[in-house]
């Protein structure tokens, strides 16, 4: 109808010979604007078309980042394996080793801490037999795998925190993690967890903070406060590695996670220390060695704690 109205006043032959008034030229406007609306609308399959690009195009943003986000803190990612030298009476290093037990662990510092969880080496901890040693597995700079006996510097059970060291010669260089803060986090964020579970070496998964303020046991017996909840997938060797944001930097430390009984999966409910708690607790343990029992870390920078309701 629009097109018509336009054709019909063309032909009055008071307006022919006139130069077109301003209000012709917006009227005009207007109605040629409306016939562009009507055929993008008489053809659905454009204008669907042109979603699906714009889709595609937001997807591989995504995807370039996540890939991005991994290849720069991969390195800053360990695997802490726990080797057992007792069953062969002739070993005398690591590489004779019977491995026990396998976790995670990220670079804090250029001087060769690593922080993991305390239960991932808590057996070597308690071991007096000297039958036991921790091997640091990380990626060197030109992507060689390289492994170092680690020694234990720190320890706090009521954390599950602890604190390694290894000495790496001049020519390797440490990158340790970038460490950002817990305090602003928001439920629906993206994050990402870096570990190796059932000891496949530097594995991503994805998902989002699902919960804050959490509760959680500690190796001690007492609770943890502030902790953060994810679906991202954490599995058995992922404890003691970093959880993520979307800029590449640790919020939290992967820690627990609930097993449907009897089956030993995941049933994406997972936790992680808080990196504001962990920011606090691990200089003390680098300077001396653990955590004095009167001092208090928690109390107000992570606010009171919520209690999880579980069926």
């Not at 109605?31 to 562009?36: A, C, H, I, R, Y």
């Not at 009476?89 to 690593?114: C, K, L, N, P, T």
């Not at 579970?197 to 017996?221: A, K, M, W």
Request: some cysteine; overall charge neutral; proline content about 5%.
């Amino acid at each position: 109808m629009g097109h018509l109205s336009v054709t019909v006043l063309a032909q009055q032959p008071s307006k022919v010979a006139m130069l077109p008034t301003k209000s012709g030229f917006v009227a005009r406007r207007s109605l040629l604007m409306g016939s562009l609306a009507m055929l993008q609308v008489a053809n659905p399959r454009r204008a669907l078309g042109r979603n699906a690009r714009d889709n595609h195009d937001e997807d591989l943003e995504f995807e370039m980042r996540t890939m991005q986000l991994f290849e720069s803190t991969t390195r800053s990612v360990v695997a802490i394996q726990d080797l057992d030298l007792s069953s062969n009476v002739a070993a005398v290093d690591m590489d004779d080793g019977e491995i026990q037990g396998i976790g995670s662990g990220f670079v804090w510092d250029r001087f060769g801490h690593i922080v993991t969880n305390y239960h991932v080496i808590s057996k070597i901890a308690k071991d007096t037999s000297g039958k036991k040693q921790i091997k640091v597995v990380l990626l060197g700079l030109n992507g060689d795998v390289d492994s170092y006996n680690a020694a234990i510097i720190g320890l706090d059970a009521s954390r599950d925190l602890a604190v390694l060291k290894i000495e790496v010669p001049e020519s390797s260089v440490l990158r340790p993690a970038v460490i950002g803060s817990s305090k602003d986090l928001r439920v629906g964020q993206n994050c990402y967890a870096i570990g190796n579970p059932y000891g496949y070496e530097h594995i991503l998964t994805t998902g989002v903070v699902s919960g804050l303020c959490r509760q959680i046991p500690s190796p001690s017996g007492k609770p943890i406060f502030g902790a953060i909840q994810t679906d991202a997938s954490i599995n058995a060797g992922n404890s003691g590695g970093p959880l993520l944001d979307s800029f590449g930097r640790v919020i939290g430390i992967n820690t627990a996670t609930f097993t449907r009984r009897g089956s030993g999966t995941s049933s994406g409910v997972n936790f992680a220390v808080a990196i504001d708690l962990v920011r606090q607790v691990v200089p003390h343990l680098i300077v001396e060695g653990a955590v004095s029992s009167s001092r208090s870390v928690e109390r107000g920078v992570l606010g009171p704690p919520r209690y999880l309701s579980l069926p």
